[in-house]
């Protein structure tokens, strides 16, 4: 992902302040996955790791 924008500088910026932020803010707190969504994710073919 990060060598693809290496030839488009504002995209680079762009990921680059992306991870930053994803790195610095506080994310929220965490809720337990519903069972409808562990049913969805089963169908889908990609169970949650317990």
Do not use: S
């Amino acid at each position: 992902m990060v060598l693809r924008t290496w030839q488009r500088p504002q995209e680079l910026r762009l990921w680059l302040r992306g991870l930053h932020e994803g790195l610095t803010t506080d994310p929220g707190g965490r809720r337990p996955m519903l069972w409808r969504t562990v049913l969805r994710l089963a169908r889908l073919g990609q169970p949650p790791v317990i």
